[in-house]
Nanobody, 125 residues
Framework: QSQFVESGGGLVQPGGSLRLSCASS????????IGWFRQAPGKEYEGISC????????FYTDSVKGRFTISRDNAKNTVYLQMNSLKPEDTAVYYC??????????????????WGQGTQVTVSS
């Protein structure tokens, strides 16, 4: 069972905004970089953004750079993803997990862990 719970998704028009939240039940939350991943229908999981444990380092994949902003509040064991200028191709189920970057690609730190329930983001007019 995943220690992460994602929320904040919904239906939004192109150009709109959403803020996703990722709450963790772990007691060493700030020891870990946390990443956001997404899976569009019929596609593989894609790592899109990551934030270091302290919050001072952030990573974005090219597809979301300049539109999405990741942040975290370690006092609340929560990571956020502010998504602006949403496009239909952002439609996916969004997940969060402990993460690592290898060769410029974002991966889950523990690939055998179960995914959380995710939160659905649908961008459509």
């Amino acid at each position: 069972q995943s220690q992460f719970v994602e929320s904040g998704g919904g239906l939004v028009q192109p150009g709109g905004s959403l803020r996703l939240s990722c709450a963790s039940s772990g007691d060493t939350f700030d020891d870990y970089a946390i990443g956001w991943f997404r899976q569009a229908p019929g596609k593989e999981y894609e790592g899109i953004s990551c934030i270091s444990g302290s919050g001072d380092m952030k990573f974005y994949t090219d597809s979301v750079k300049g539109r999405f902003t990741i942040s975290r509040d370690n006092a609340k064991n929560t990571v956020y993803l502010q998504m602006n200028s949403l496009k239909p191709e952002d439609t996916a189920v969004y997940y969060c997990a402990a993460a690592t970057i290898i060769g410029g690609v974002l991966y889950r730190l523990y690939s055998d862990d179960s995914w959380g329930q995710g939160t659905q983001v649908t961008v459509s007019s």
